[in-house]
Every structure is written in structure tokens, then in C-alpha cells.
Nanobody, 125 residues
Framework: QVQLVESGGGSVQAGGSLRLSCAASGYFYSPYCVGWFRQAPGKEREGVAAINGGGGTIYADSVKGRFTISQDNAKNTLYLQMNSLKPEDTAMYYC???????????????????WGQGTQVTVSS
């Protein structure tokens, strides 16, 4: 059974940086897709970034050039480096995983069975 635990959220001023971590336990059957979603109050959940086992990545247009997703397979940890943060980045951030999938898109990832509990990111202006 896969379990995901996020950490690293917090409060930061606009222009600042945060790094989110998602520690995974359990066996990741390849091919897989892992990534980050966020949800702000009153808004729909949206995909932020995703990465597959081969290192291929996708990003939401709103975070391209500011956020970087990466994975450390030795530590079974997924990261999201967030730079140049904006107030509109304020949301609860969740990591998610889908196993045994050759396709890694936000739609596929959003249908996944494995989710973390979330970590709050608050960006003040």
C-alpha cells in the first residue's frame, strides 16, 4: 500500500520561496506518475506539476518558470521547489500518485488512488 506524506508548507511573502516534500512509502510499480495539485478556498483543484518515472515533467502554465518538480528515488521523496511565489499561489497543496500508468497527465493523476493529506501554502502581498 502506498502512503504519501507532504511537508514544507508555510507562510511566506510574495517573491519568496518554499520547497514542498512528499515522502512516499510502499512500492511504486512502474510506469508511474506522481505530482502536485493545489486547491484554494472556493476554487477547483488544479494540477500544478507532475513527473513520471523517466523524469519527464509537465507544469501548469501559471507556474512554468517558477516551480520545479523533482524526485529522489533513493529517498522515495518527491519535491516541489516554488520560487517567486505570488499571493495567487496560496492554497492547500497535495501530492498524488498513479501506478502502472504509461501516461502522465493531470487528468490521469487526478483520478489516482493515492493522495497525501495536504500542506498549506500561504503567500502574503
Amino acid at each position: 500500500q502506498v502512503q504519501l506524506v507532504e511537508s514544507g508548507g508555510g507562510s511566506v511573502q510574495a517573491g519568496g520561496s518554499l520547497r514542498l516534500s512528499c515522502a512516499a512509502s510502499g512500492y511504486f510499480y512502474s510506469p508511474y506518475c506522481v505530482g502536485w495539485f493545489r486547491q484554494a478556498p472556493g476554487k477547483e483543484r488544479e494540477g500544478v506539476a507532475a513527473i513520471n518515472g523517466g523524469g519527464g515533467t509537465i507544469y501548469a502554465d501559471s507556474v512554468k518558470g517558477r516551480f520545479t518538480i523533482s524526485q529522489d528515488n533513493a529517498k522515495n521523496t518527491l519535491y516541489l521547489q516554488m520560487n517567486s511565489l505570488k499571493p495567487e499561489d496560496t492554497a492547500m497543496y497535495y501530492c498524488a500518485a498513479v501506478l502502472r500508468t504509461p501516461v502522465c497527465t493531470f487528468r490521469i493523476l487526478g483520478l489516482g488512488n493515492y493522495w497525501g493529506q495536504g500542506t498549506q501554502v500561504t503567500v502574503s502581498s
